[in-house]
């Protein structure tokens, strides 16, 4: 196996510097600059992505677990109902879906990471776009994506899940399906905030509806494809279609 790491550290060395407090004006500037191109460089590679469901997930996951196989089959079942999948483009549950997606003939779209480890690009994807800060790869996966779909993770999923979340709670977007795929792994945690955050009533008791658990992949892409066609304006073929180009996502 290849290791060398995916990243380089001087790069690294730069992000930590920039996240360790004030530094020069003309610093802060020029890294403004960086992060404000970076962003339209992702807008104009991702613009005609078409309606996508973003896929998160663990990367760690090799090929022989069944999350991996089960992603695999979340890919291929997300392009015959006519989405482009996205991922984080890694390996893992990533590389799984643009897998299953390349598989079935449709798009396969990731946002990849620069990271010192672990986040080396998987070879499905149709398109990739990098990105150095987490922020800016995180406005492109929420985006462009009509619904999410989490599977078992860890910090870095556990991260978009509440983001996504978060946005839905304050109306940022609007309640777009979010589903937890693998109840084992998602149960008990929806069944924690539930008890704890709710007794502590630091959320509402509908802030926890619009995640949904299951062990099928065919339940979710159905969950999704009912909403997207009702809610959305999108409309059926081989490809998801917008009804229209501006309009209240």
Known sequence: ??????GTGSRT?????????????GL???RAWAVFRELLRGFRA?????PCVTVFGSARFPETHPSYAMARELGSLLARAGFTVMTGGGPGIMEAANRGAREAGGRSLGCNIELPLEQRPNPYLDRMVEFRHFFVRKVMLVKYSYAFIA?????GTLDELFEVSVLIQT????????????A???RPLVDQLGRTLLGYRTIDEGDLDHLRVTD???????HIRSRALAQFGLTEGPRMKRRWFFGER
Do not use: C
Request: avoid cysteine.
């Open 28 to 30: 802060e500037l020029r």
């Open 216 to 222: 099928s992949a065919a339940e979710a892409v159905d």
């Open 1 to 6: 196996m290849d290791e060398t790491p995916w």
């Open 13 to 25: 060395e730069d992000e930590r510097r920039f996240l360790s407090g004030p530094q020069p004006r």
């Open 171 to 182: 109306g940022k977007i609007k309640d777009f399906p979010v589903v937890l795929l693998g």
């Open 46 to 50: 991702l613009h005609f992505a078409g």
């Open 151 to 155: 599977m078992p993770g860890g910090y």
């Open 184 to 186: 084992n792994f998602w």
